[in-house]
């Protein structure tokens, strides 16, 4: 794309934002700006330009360009996130650090969590809103670093949409636990907002926490129905009481029947078996290998790990269990198999 079309395609995402002011539909703006931004050396330098800009719509619409800049093009993040983080400490319009929190975190630079800690204590709820749904993308993980406790405090934030997107993150997005994670979680439980409440059951389930079973069970005993999330929490919290209020819903793609595998103490038996079947008979075929088993923290799944000489990053058990049609010989032979292959296909076949 010619660096002229660029330019084009963002002088008509700028008239489109002025009327999407007044009209609320920024769908034409937001397609605009992707065009413009697949080509990421000529739309940095427009982006940049665009926040030095006194029109707060133009910093706007920069901070949009240099996250979805960001997003498609790997090699500009990082000064992407430079004139994102210059921007900040300047900005004072709300609408334009909104963009830029959410612009920030596509840059998926270590930068930007200082800058959303800070606008964590912002005033205008729907800017906290935004900063609670972008840590998703830089958050550090470390249990009492300053991103967890900023999201810590906005799930305890006035505004329900604000507590909603914070519990949603730090419960389901982040991986990292504490006592001080699953307190605030807790809290949550208890919100007299229902989404906020669900996001704060998923997340202690997500953390094998078992006060979530209960909990887990009134959601799925919901006349209206389950929401996905809690489908895939109850996968993660895998335990034969939430099994009766899982049978009263047909299988279908939201996760049910993984679910119901779950929490299946027959089927996570025969899961089990199989596993440890498996380990042995490739142990047998290819002691070289050291396969060995591991189950996700935060997540639903037993993995076949194999050495680090193997060229192969592992196996999802399940998914390996249904290619080789439940003969835990056979899957060692398709490991086998899979390994004596060359190119980047190798090892991905039960994955």
Do not use: K
Not at 89 to 108: D, M, N, P, Q
């Amino acid at each position: 794309m010619e660096t002229g079309t660029v330019a084009e395609l963002v002088g008509q995402a700028l008239a489109a934002a002025c009327v999407a002011v007044e009209t609320d539909d920024w769908d034409e703006y937001g397609t605009l700006l992707r065009r413009a931004a697949a080509d990421g050396a000529a739309s940095l330098p427009l982006g940049l330009e665009l926040i030095g800009s006194d029109d707060p719509i133009e910093r706007e619409t920069g901070c949009d360009l240099l996250g979805r800049t960001s997003d498609q093009n790997e090699a500009v993040r990082a000064r992407a996130a430079t004139g994102l983080v210059a921007l900040a400490e300047r900005e004072t319009e709300g609408r334009v650090l909104w963009s830029l929190a959410r612009a920030i975190e596509r840059t998926y630079d270590p930068r930007a969590v200082p800058v959303l800690v800070a606008l964590a204590g912002h005033p205008d709820a729907e800017v906290r809103q935004q900063v609670a749904g972008s840590f998703a993308g830089v958050v550090t993980g470390l249990p009492d670093g300053p991103d967890i406790r900023a999201l810590i405090t906005l799930t305890r934030d006035a505004d329900p949409d604000v507590r909603n997107w914070a519990t949603f993150t730090l419960g389901f997005q982040v991986e990292a636990d504490s006592p001080a994670i699953r307190a605030a979680l807790w809290e949550r439980t208890a919100d007299e907002n229902a989404d906020a409440r669900a996001e704060g059951i998923h997340g202690l389930a997500r953390r094998h926490d078992p006060r979530a079973v209960p909990l887990l069970a009134e959601l799925l005993d919901n006349p209206e129905g389950a929401h996905v999330l809690t489908f895939r929490a109850a996968q993660i919290m895998g335990v034969p009481e939430l099994l009766p209020a899982l049978l009263e819903y047909q299988p279908d793609g939201a996760g049910v029947t993984a679910a119901v595998h779950a929490c299946d103490p027959v089927w996570r038996a025969q899961l089990d078996a199989f596993a440890w079947e498996l380990v042995s008979a490739l142990d047998l075929l290819r002691p070289d290998l050291d396969a060995g088993l591991s189950m996700e923290r935060f997540d639903w799944g037993l993995s076949l790990g194999l050495g680090a000489g193997s060229g192969a990053s592992g196996y999802d058990v399940e998914a390996l269990l249904a290619r080789a049609g439940g003969d835990p010989a056979r899957a060692a032979e398709l490991v086998a198999a899979d390994l004596a292959m060359t190119g980047p296909e190798a090892g991905a076949g039960g994955r």
